[in-house]
């Protein structure tokens, strides 16, 4: 797969990963909307915590996850008890505390305590991250369509100029796949102003040199803003996939 085509399908799943996560966030804020409309109160007290291991880190050791056990009384006087849906380190709750508890009648081993940890934390993270994969995203998406309708316009509209060939050069600002991409640079000596104006091709993922056999390039320009150009590449073959 070439690298424009990898580059293309970062972004579709950046933000096919960004909709979904968002959709999933939407529909966990409305299930605990729901559930608090239902939902009975109670005071309850931490009777236990479970200690989880988590995720081993760098350095091979694992940090601990606590999962908060609560013992309530429903509105009925009956005795329950549930696991918090939710762990943390270090523990939000300790034992002997007493805390709110929320839950619906009949099914009182899907009780929540009454924090924004335990109602709202996950919706908030994972609505983030899905805001954010769905920026970058779409943002990518954006700047490829946006690119290819500036260059459109300026081989229609510019007016083309012949700038001197210089070099080809990697760009290094852009790294995929551990490859740099090339590019051509070219210049022109404005004859109104005589101000030398350097051009940059867009970005060639194969080294275009063997292909090079003349000195002038034709450069699209925009005659009220040089610095918008497009450096006329259609010349170079055309990468396999």
Known sequence: MSSIKILRFIAYLFTFIGILG???TGFGYFSTKDFLSQASHAEGTVINLIEKSSSSNSGGTSTPLYTPVVRFKTIQGEERQFTSSVSSYPPAHRVGEKVFVLYIPGHEEDAKINTFRSLWLLHFIF???????????????????????????????????QAEFQRVERNTGITINGRNPFRLIAQWQDPATSKLHVFESANIWFDPTPFISKSQLTVFIDPNNPRRYHLDISFLPELAD
Do not use: C, D, M
């Open 127 to 161: 609505g983030g991250l899905g805001l954010v994969f769905s920026i970058i995203g779409i943002s990518l998406l954006t700047a490829g369509f946006l690119k290819k309708s500036k260059e459109k316009k300026l081989r229609n509209h510019g007016v083309p100029i």
């Open 22 to 24: 968002l959709i999933g």
